[in-house]
């Protein structure tokens, strides 16, 4: 990860207050990802909605989405840098 990236990820949720929701479309641009994507995290009950509108994300729950992902990101980066041992037969 890169120095500035937790800051840029934290960034674009300033301007949401605690309650806010999203369309579909707005949830896939502020995640980098498709809209058939949100949708399947939606109905998996990954991403949550709004109570009364259903194609309406919580922008709360995509605030736990990305910090989760970052995190899987972080771990697997960390995985990748460990030198990998061999075992040899004597």
């Known amino acids: 990860m890169k120095d ?3 800051n840029h990820s934290h960034d674009r949720w300033n301007s949401f207050t605690g309650r806010s929701t999203v369309s579909i479309e707005k949830a896939a641009e502020l995640l980098g990802v498709s809209i058939n ?3 399947t995290l939606r109905n ?6 709004a109570a009364l509108n259903k194609q309406l ?5 995509l605030k736990a989405y990305d910090l989760k992902r970052v995190s899987r990101k972080q771990s697997r980066r960390t995985e990748e840098s460990k030198p990998q ?3 040899v037969n004597q």
């Open 4 to 6: 500035g990236e937790t």
């Open 37 to 39: 994507t949100i949708v």
């Open 44 to 49: 998996k009950g990954t991403l949550k909605t």
């Open 57 to 61: 994300i919580t922008v709360a729950s």
């Open 85 to 87: 041992l061999k075992v």
